[in-house]
């Protein structure tokens, strides 16, 4: 039986980036909201310290200052670095060849055009969405990018469908190619 959908599409650095970005975002989102919130009570207390102890309002100022540096340090050079990193890994380790090309059966998808890697839909755990991509995150560290307007057969829809019903144990979808 031949794949419900066709998948292909050449990775570039803004692509990856996007992707890498959004994921960063949803594993350390919580995280970052959460050291963002303390840094903003830290910065409270230290004004309101200043404040009692009829110190230069130009302090709180600075801290405050500091404390700015600290969150965009946070939100944005670290997601970015890492991003940077991934992407010289991975176009070191594919020697230049970044075109990737997905098919969608009922109970799997395979990435590469003989299948070189081979994903039941239950190792789903999640799919995010960007402007450009489709990101379905998988057990072991596994991170699979989808163009949206990168399907030669099939559309998302049905991969979203055949995805979803893996990802809740269900049978594989009957679902004949066109």
């Known amino acids: 039986m031949g794949p419900v959908a066709v998948n292909r599409f050449t990775i570039t650095r803004p692509l990856f980036y996007e992707g890498m970005l959004r994921v960063t975002k ?13 840094l903003a009570v830290l910065w409270a207390a230290l004004a309101a310290i200043t404040f009692f102890t009829k110190s230069s309002p130009s302090y709180a100022l600075v801290e ?12 944005v050079y670290i ?3 890492q991003a940077k990193r991934a992407w010289k890994v991975m176009e070191s380790k594919s020697g230049g ?23 039941p839909y ?11 991509l489709l990101i379905l995150t998988c057990k072991e560290k596994v991170g699979v990018l989808l163009a949206r307007n990168g399907f ?10 055949l995805i979803k019903r893996g990802m809740e144990g269900g049978a594989p979808a009957q679902i004949e190619a066109p």
């Open 26 to 38: 949803e594993r350390l989102g919580p995280f970052m909201k959460k050291i963002l919130i303390v």
């Open 64 to 75: 405050l200052v500091v404390l700015v540096a600290v969150g965009i340090w946070l939100c």
């Open 79 to 81: 997601p970015r670095n």
């Open 97 to 119: 060849e970044l075109e990737r090309v997905t098919s969608f059966f009922p109970d799997r998808l395979e990435i590469g055009s003989g299948g070189e890697t081979v994903i």
């Open 122 to 132: 239950a190792d789903v755990l999640q799919m995010l969405d960007t402007e450009h």
């Open 152 to 161: 030669e057969t099939g559309d998302i829809d049905a991969v979203r469908a």
